[in-house]
Every structure is written in structure tokens, then in C-alpha cells.
């Protein structure tokens, strides 16, 4: 990679990256693989500025019979709005522009950058969904960073022998760990996650996995894949039901009011979520958002989808 990234335009969810990655100039440097849509990485420069970021363009993806409307490039783009204008800034900064291979979405990498990427071209390269949504191992951004410490951030996740989760964690269920075993699933009882679980139900994220978490060792975290959301219909799949039935948080309320201002029809946010998604669908962003300010509580699983994705990881 030449030149380095400006240190004001470090965090992947600010204005000054957004900028950089909406107007620098896009090269591909490789390929990420082991997956049925286009991820490629490669860097945006801009005024000598140059920043790791990964392009998936449309062009590279392959339809998916429940989400026959719009593109995964678009879905992502309008999840990382919706997470703007919560304040809470949980996805990486991410646009919709042209590039090498034709409209697509650009995101801010987060953390290291891959050293070596495979080369190639859009045809045929990797990606984050597959045909059913189900986001493969392998083609995911860089994880939590090292804080100098040799420790890093404090794991998310955890299979654990136990009943019941232990102190600072929430259940999601068991699962089979093979053998005729099975073990209590748990997550982090914690603040960030519950802010992405809120995000999530608003969304309606059909495939939130613990590979697409990215923790950082100041206490932030970034959410990647948001192609699969905005299903008109109750599609949500997530690790993070640790909470589902709890009393919102008053943090939570409060992003839940501003979302619905903001979603108002000739508001800023709804202008710009329809020119990403269908009218039925902006329409069903509104409805699960008043849902939530009036249940006053996070969401119970439906009964009528899988809750929990597969694999989780």
C-alpha cells in the first residue's frame, strides 16, 4: 500500500473517513475469497490520504429470492445511515459509489489490512452472503486490534459447561458442539452490544453473526454485513437475544425517538433510505421502530425464523 491513512480521518465511522472513501480515487489491490459475492480490498486516496477499504460491487453479487428489490450493496449502505443517525456510529463508514468494476459499496476497512491479498477480478471473487445469506468464514475485515498490551479487547462471545451464563454475560441458547454435546452459548453483558442489538431489530438484520462483531480496545465496536436487512417481513437472526424481553435502556429510547423524527417522510434519513430501498420497505423501518417505543423492550424472537444463524461464528 502507498502513503499512509491521516490520523483525523483514523475512525472508520467519521465524517472526514466517509469524505475520503466517497471522493478518493478507488484501486482494487486483491481479493478476498471463500465466498459467493464480490469482496474485494484495496485502498481510497484522496488529497494524500490513502485508506484500506473493501468494495463490493454490485456487479459481484448473486440474487437472493427473498430480497428480489434493490441490491446488498444498497442494504448495506442504508444499515450504515440508520446507524448514523443514531449517534451510536456502530458500522464502519460506508457509501455507495462507482469503481473499477461498476457501482458498489465502499467501506472503511477496520483493523490491520491484509498483508497479501489474493489478485483477481470481480468475476468469480469471494464475498460476505452466500445464495441463502449466510455469510461464510473467511472474506471478513480485520478483528479487534492489539492494545499494546499483548491482551487485546475482552472476548464477545463464549461457549461455556454451565446452566446458566456466568456474571457479565447473557444466554442465547445451547448448541451442539458435536459428540451428543451440547454447550450454554453466551455473549458480553455489554453496552456497545446491546446498542447493535437495538440497531439490529430496527434494521431487521437476518444474519448477525459473532464474525461480523469487531471489538477494539478502546471499548468501541463496528458491525460488518449488512446485506441481508430491510426485509419488509420479520427476518431477524442474531447471537444477541442475551436481552430479548429487557426494558430498552434510556440511552436506547432516546436514539429509538430521534430514528423516528429522522424517518418522518421529507426527513433527511427517509430521503435518503429511499433512494436505497422500496417504499414498502422505508415503510417498515418506521413500523418497527414506533414497535419498539411502544413495547418499550427489546425483541422476542418471532417463532416463525430460525432465530439464531448458522454456523453463529
Known sequence: MSG???RSAAQPAAETTRRLIAQGTLTVRGQITEASNAVLFGTV???GIVLPCVYKPVAGERPLWDFPDGSLAQREVAAYEVSRATGWDLIPAT??????YGTGMC???VGEPPDAPETGSAEGAGGDDSEDGTPQDGGQQGGAEEDGSGTGPAPLLALVGEQEPGEGWKAVGFADVGGGRTALLVHADDPALRRLAVLDAVINNGDRKGGHLLPRPDGTLYAIDHGVTFHVDDKLRTLLWGWAGEELTGEAVEALRT???????GAELAARLAELLTDAEVEAVRGRVEALLSSGAHPLPSGDWPAIPWPPV
Open 107 to 109: 467501506q472503511a476497512w
Open 259 to 265: 430514528l423516528s423524527g429522522e424517518l418522518a417522510v
Open 45 to 47: 486516496e484522496h488529497e
Open 95 to 100: 457509501v455507495l459509489r462507482d469503481g473499477p
Open 4 to 6: 499512509t491513512a491521516s
